[in-house]
């Protein structure tokens, strides 16, 4: 099995800035790519931003320059540093990793955290 735990959220003002964490653990011989989702209240869920195993980072057009993800791959851990915090930011906030697991055979599946919800109050 395979669990992410996630960490970090909660209620700050707006224009404010928070950092979530994430970490997998279980049966991984190696995470492929990992990344943050998040869900507002009546809307789907959306990408915020992902990064591959090298490093490259993708981020959806609404928190470009202002959140940054970061992995440590030693760790099996992902992070978001988010700045200047806006209240439509406001959503449950779920971490996301594609692992290839060691037990045989070796399939790649896309597991999920928790989520945690990070309030931005305006």
């Known amino acids: 099995q395979v669990q992410l735990v996630e960490s970090g959220g909660g209620l700050v003002q707006s224009g404010g800035s928070l950092r979530l964490s994430c970490a997998a653990s279980g049966s991984i011989f190696r995470i492929v790519a990992m990344g943050w989702y998040r869900q507002a209240p009546g809307k789907q869920r959306e990408l915020v931003a992902d990064?591959?195993?090298?490093?490259?980072?993708n981020y959806a057009d609404s928190v470009k320059g202002r959140f940054t993800i970061s992995r440590d791959n030693a760790k099996n851990s992902v992070y978001l540093q988010m700045n200047s915090l806006k209240a439509e930011d406001t959503a449950v906030y779920y971490c996301?990793?594609?692992?290839?697991?060691?037990?045989?055979?070796?399939?790649?599946?896309?597991?999920w955290g928790q989520g945690t919800q990070v309030t931005v109050s305006s």
């Open positions: 996301c990793a594609d692992v290839i697991k060691v037990t045989w055979p070796r399939n790649q599946n896309t597991y």
């Open positions: 990064i591959t195993s090298g490093g490259m980072p």
